[in-house]
């Protein structure tokens, strides 16, 4: 029976070992999912419904892209790039309102917000013939100022909560 000792022991050991390795057998504590408004940038209050809608359909996407686009970048996957970055060009706009238009979501929109808009297409349009030129300078560069676009319109636009837009 002197040999079952040890292997009993070891039996025994095994589980604790496992258990060691977790981090505590006490229920992990989870952090509260935050509610959606806190993780965004902040409500446009001054935007309509129907152009927070919009917007909000457009910006997803452009969030999803940005994360492509960065990786392609850094990585140089030159051909990735000029896709997404064609693609961010190509978006059909939203139009400036007609003097007398009656129009819900170009009405809403301040002149400053076009004027974002058109520069992120010129951007995204630099980016595309950066790498289809293969420059790899350039295509840091010019990823770096789509991103300065990005940064200037959600600063122009999304005030932080509680506050009017700057
Ligand atoms: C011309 C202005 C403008 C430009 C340029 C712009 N955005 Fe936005 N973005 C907005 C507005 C306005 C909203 C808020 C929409 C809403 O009400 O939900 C927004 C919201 C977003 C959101 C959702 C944030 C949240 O609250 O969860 C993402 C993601 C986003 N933008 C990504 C981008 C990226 C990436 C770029 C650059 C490639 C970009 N945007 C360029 C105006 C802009």
Redesign the pocket.
């Known amino acids: 029976m002197r040999p079952l000792v040890p292997a009993l022991l070891v039996l025994l050991a095994v589980p604790a070992a496992a258990d060691d390795k977790k981090p505590s057998t006490k229920p992990p504590v989870v952090a509260k999912a935050p509610a959606?408004d806190d993780?965004?940038?902040?409500?446009?209050e001054y935007?309509s419904d129907l152009?927070?809608q919009i917007?909000?359909r457009?910006?997803?996407r452009?969030?999803?892209?940005?994360i492509h686009?960065m990786t392609g970048v850094v990585l140089l996957r030159r051909e990735v790039v000029q896709t997404i970055a064609q693609e961010?060009s190509r978006e059909p706009r939203i139009t400036r309102p007609l003097p007398d238009a009656r129009d819900e979501l170009n009405s809403a929109l301040p002149e400053k917000?076009?004027?974002?808009?058109d520069?992120?297409r010129e951007r995204?349009k630099a980016l595309e013939e950066a790498a289809k030129a293969r420059n790899d300078k350039e295509l840091g560069e010019s990823f770096g100022r789509?991103?300065q676009?990005?940064v200037?319109?959600?600063s122009?636009?999304?005030a932080p909560k509680g506050t009017e837009p700057q």
């Open positions: 959606r993780q965004s940038l902040g409500r446009p935007l152009a927070r917007l909000r457009r910006m997803e452009h969030g999803r892209d940005m686009l961010l917000f076009f004027v974002l808009q520069e992120l995204a789509l991103t676009t990005c200037a319109c959600h122009a636009f999304l």
